[in-house]
C-alpha cells in the first residue's frame, strides 16, 4: 500500500481503546486522522481482557469508581459520553453482549467484536492506523508536531498521546507517553501496578498453596475502601476480584483485612450453635458457608479442633473476629506483569477536563490510562477510554 502524504491534521500515539475512539470520533469531524502504534496490532489489550470476552463498559459507572489525585477532573468527560453511548454504539453494531455482575457488560462472543467495532469505525470515519511504526522524536513546530518514526517524517496540528500505562509489558507497554509530558515540562505523578494479584509472605504462602483455585465470596477493604467481591487463592498468593480492587488502595506493609462470611453475622451464629448443638465444632460450621477444602485448611491454620461447648464467649468472640476481620499483610504484588492498570500518570490538573488537552499547550492531549486517572475493575477503564477519547476526538 502506497504511503499516504506525511501531513495530518491529528496524529494520535497508541492505536488501543482511548486512541482508536478519539481516532473515530475526530475522523467523524471532517479532521485527516493517523494512529501509529509500535505494535504490530491494534488493540491487544482489548482482545485480552476480560478473558478474551472484553468487559467493555459498567452500566453504573459514575466518578467514584475512579482513583485520581485529582478527583473531580474526570466527571465532565465521564457525564458527557457515558455508558449508555458506548452500549448504543455496539448494538448498532448488532455485538451480542451479555451482563455478567450487576452492570458488567461483556461480549457474549469474543473481545474481537468490540475491537471490530472502533476498527470499522475508524474506516468509516476515514482515519488510517499505521502499525508496526515507532516515534523515536516529538518537536514542537510553529504550527503542531514534527513526529520522527520508523516509517519516515510526519507532522502533524493535534497531537494525542493515549499509549497507555506500564501494565503488562508483554503487550508491548512501555513508559513512552510519560517521557514526552515530561519533554513538554508536564509533572507525571508516581506510578505502580493496579488491580493485581497480591504475593504472599512464604510462611503464609505454604498454608495456602494447597488451596490453589479455590474461590469464595468475602468483603475485603484497605483504607476504608469496601469491596465485597470473589477472593481466589492462587499458588503465588491472593487473586479474585476483591484482592484486584483493594489492590489499588493497598501500599507496601499495608494490612488487608477479609471478611470471609460477609453474610453471615457469625458470632450470633456461633452462640446460637454452641446452645443448641454443644458437640459440633467450627470444622463444621465453616463446611456450611465456605468450600470445604478452604473451611478444612482455614479451621487447621487456626487450631480449632475442641466442640463449640468447651469455648468460653470471650473466645468464640476471638474466632468470630478471626473470621470476619481476617488480617492478611500481603509481601507485595505482581506487579505490572499481571496488573490491569496503571495507578498515577501524567497530572490532570495541567490538562482541560473538557477537551483533555493540556492548558498551556491547546493542541497537545493526553486520554486514556496515561493519565492519573484508574477506574476499578468491572469496565470502568474501558468507559474512561472511550469518554477521554470522546472528549479529545471531538477537540482536536
Same mark, same amino acid.
Given at each position: 500500500?502506497?504511503?499516504?502524504?506525511?501531513?495530518?491534521?491529528?496524529?494520535?500515539?497508541?492505536?488501543?481503546?482511548?486512541?482508536?475512539?478519539?481516532?473515530?470520533?475526530?475522523?467523524?469531524?471532517?479532521?485527516?486522522?493517523?494512529?501509529?502504534?509500535?505494535?504490530?496490532?491494534?488493540?491487544?489489550?482489548?482482545?485480552?481482557?476480560?478473558?478474551?470476552?472484553?468487559?467493555?463498559?459498567?452500566?453504573?459507572?459514575?466518578?467514584?469508581?475512579?482513583?485520581?489525585?485529582?478527583?473531580?477532573?474526570?466527571?465532565?468527560?465521564?457525564?458527557?459520553?457515558?455508558?449508555?453511548? @458506548?452500549?448504543?454504539?455496539? &448494538?448498532? #453494531?448488532?455485538?451480542?453482549?451479555?451482563?455478567?455482575?450487576?452492570?458488567?457488560?461483556?461480549?457474549?462472543?469474543?473481545?474481537?467484536?468490540?475491537?471490530?467495532?472502533?476498527?470499522?469505525?475508524? &474506516?468509516?470515519?476515514?482515519?488510517?492506523?499505521?502499525?508496526?511504526?515507532?516515534?523515536?522524536?516529538?518537536?514542537?513546530?510553529?504550527?503542531?508536531?514534527?513526529?520522527?518514526?520508523?516509517?519516515?517524517?510526519?507532522?502533524?496540528?493535534?497531537?494525542?498521546?493515549?499509549?497507555?500505562?506500564?501494565?503488562?509489558?508483554?503487550?508491548?507497554?512501555?513508559?513512552?507517553?510519560?517521557?514526552?509530558?515530561?519533554?513538554?515540562?508536564?509533572?507525571?505523578?508516581?506510578?505502580?501496578?493496579?488491580?493485581?494479584?497480591?504475593?504472599? #509472605? $512464604? &510462611?503464609?504462602?505454604?498454608?495456602?498453596?494447597?488451596?490453589?483455585?479455590?474461590?469464595?465470596?468475602?468483603?475485603?477493604?484497605?483504607?476504608?475502601?469496601?469491596?465485597?467481591?470473589?477472593?481466589?487463592?492462587?499458588?503465588?498468593?491472593?487473586?479474585?476480584?476483591?484482592?484486584?480492587?483493594?489492590?489499588?488502595?493497598?501500599?507496601?506493609?499495608?494490612?488487608?483485612?477479609?471478611?470471609?462470611? $460477609?453474610?453471615?453475622?457469625?458470632?450470633?451464629?456461633? @452462640?446460637?450453635?454452641?446452645?443448641?448443638?454443644?458437640?459440633?465444632?467450627?470444622?463444621?460450621?465453616?463446611?456450611?458457608?465456605?468450600?470445604?477444602?478452604?473451611?478444612?485448611? @482455614?479451621?487447621?491454620?487456626?487450631?480449632?479442633?475442641?466442640?463449640?461447648?468447651?469455648?468460653?464467649? $470471650? &473466645?468464640?468472640?476471638?474466632?468470630?473476629?478471626?473470621?470476619?476481620?481476617?488480617?492478611?499483610?500481603?509481601?507485595?504484588?505482581?506487579?505490572?506483569?499481571?496488573?490491569?492498570?496503571?495507578?498515577?500518570?501524567?497530572?490532570?490538573?495541567?490538562?482541560?477536563?473538557?477537551?483533555?488537552?493540556?492548558?498551556?499547550?491547546?493542541?497537545?492531549?493526553?486520554?486514556?490510562?496515561?493519565?492519573?486517572?484508574?477506574?476499578?475493575?468491572?469496565?470502568?477503564?474501558?468507559?474512561?477510554?472511550?469518554?477521554?477519547?470522546?472528549?479529545?476526538?471531538?477537540?482536536?
Amino acid at each position: 500500500m502506497a504511503v499516504s502524504s506525511s501531513h495530518y491534521d491529528v496524529i494520535i500515539i497508541g492505536a488501543g481503546a482511548a486512541g482508536l475512539m478519539c481516532a473515530a470520533t475526530a475522523g467523524y469531524r471532517g479532521r485527516k486522522v493517523l494512529v501509529v502504534d509500535h505494535a504490530n496490532k491494534p488493540g491487544k489489550k482489548i482482545l485480552m481482557s476480560g478473558g478474551g470476552r472484553c468487559n467493555f463498559t459498567n452500566l453504573n459507572s459514575t466518578p467514584s469508581n475512579f482513583l485520581s489525585d485529582n478527583p473531580h477532573y474526570c466527571i465532565s468527560a465521564l457525564k458527557r459520553y457515558t455508558p449508555q453511548d @458506548f452500549l448504543e454504539l455496539v &448494538e448498532r #453494531h448488532g455485538v451480542e453482549h451479555e451482563e455478567k455482575a450487576p452492570g458488567q457488560l461483556f461480549c457474549q462472543n469474543s473481545a474481537k467484536d468490540i475491537l471490530n467495532v472502533l476498527l470499522t469505525e475508524c &474506516e468509516w470515519a476515514g482515519a488510517e492506523i499505521r502499525m508496526a511504526t515507532s516515534v523515536t522524536q516529538v518537536q514542537p513546530t510553529e504550527t503542531g508536531y514534527k513526529l520522527q518514526t520508523s516509517s519516515g517524517a510526519l507532522s502533524c496540528e493535534s497531537l494525542i498521546v493515549a499509549c497507555g500505562g506500564l501494565s503488562i509489558p508483554t503487550m508491548g507497554a512501555t513508559g513512552f507517553g510519560y517521557e514526552l509530558a515530561k519533554q513538554f515540562g508536564l509533572s507525571v505523578l508516581p506510578t505502580r501496578a493496579g488491580l493485581v494479584p497480591f504475593t504472599l #509472605h $512464604p &510462611e503464609l504462602k505454604q498454608q495456602l498453596s494447597p488451596l490453589s483455585g479455590i474461590s469464595c465470596p468475602v468483603e475485603a477493604h484497605c483504607h476504608n475502601h469496601h469491596f465485597r467481591e470473589p477472593l481466589l487463592v492462587t499458588h503465588r498468593g491472593l487473586s479474585g476480584p476483591s484482592m484486584l480492587q483493594v489492590s489499588s488502595y493497598w501500599q507496601p506493609g499495608d494490612e488487608v483485612h477479609i471478611n470471609l462470611l $460477609p453474610a453471615q453475622n457469625i458470632q450470633d451464629d456461633l @452462640f446460637t450453635l454452641r446452645k443448641h448443638k454443644p458437640q459440633s465444632t467450627i470444622a463444621q460450621y465453616l463446611n456450611q458457608h465456605l468450600p470445604k477444602r478452604f473451611a478444612q485448611a @482455614f479451621n487447621e491454620l487456626q487450631g480449632w479442633s475442641k466442640p463449640l461447648q468447651e469455648y468460653r464467649n $470471650p &473466645e468464640l468472640e476471638q474466632v468470630a473476629n478471626t473470621l470476619g476481620n481476617w488480617t492478611v499483610k500481603p509481601a507485595g504484588t505482581e506487579g505490572y506483569r499481571t496488573a490491569e492498570v496503571t495507578l498515577g500518570g501524567v497530572d490532570t490538573r495541567q490538562l482541560s477536563s473538557k477537551t483533555m488537552a493540556v492548558l498551556n499547550r491547546p493542541n497537545l492531549y493526553f486520554i486514556g490510562e496515561v493519565v492519573d486517572v484508574t477506574g476499578h475493575l468491572g469496565g470502568h477503564n474501558f468507559q474512561w477510554a472511550w469518554a477521554s477519547g470522546v472528549a479529545a476526538g471531538n477537540s482536536a
